[in-house]
């Protein structure tokens, strides 16, 4: 179910490397990793999890709205957080050369699907 969503995404990017859905508390739903040698999409998931927790209380408390995205980049890759609902996100993860637009696009499309789904 969700893995199809997650391949979709991913497959269709430049540079795309993997996904995860996840809960906040850091427990995985679903992966796809197209690369497996580049990065543990779990790992990098459960990590961010928590600052996505934390940005989300801060949000809370300063009353600007909800978290939507969250975006790194680091030297050796892009990811894209977006929250699906309260308490899950979808992380995209892609190389530095990626389609970071495409994939912030192909994210946010997937989104009713993966809402759909949980």
Known sequence: MFAEILKKVVDNV?????????????????????????????TVGMEFSFILTQIKK????????????LIVKAQRLYLICRMVSPQYFV????????????ARYLARL?????????
């Open 14 to 42: 430049d540079g795309g490397l993997a996904a995860v859905i996840m809960g906040l508390d850091g427990i995985p739903v679903d992966t796809y990793v197209r690369k497996t040698d580049t990065v543990d999409v779990t």
């Open 58 to 69: 801060a949000g809370d408390s300063l009353q600007v709205g909800g978290l939507e995205e």
């Open 91 to 102: 992380a995209v993860v892609l190389s530095p050369e990626g389609n970071f637009g495409k």
């Open 110 to 118: 997937a989104t009713p699907s993966l809402v759909a789904q949980l």
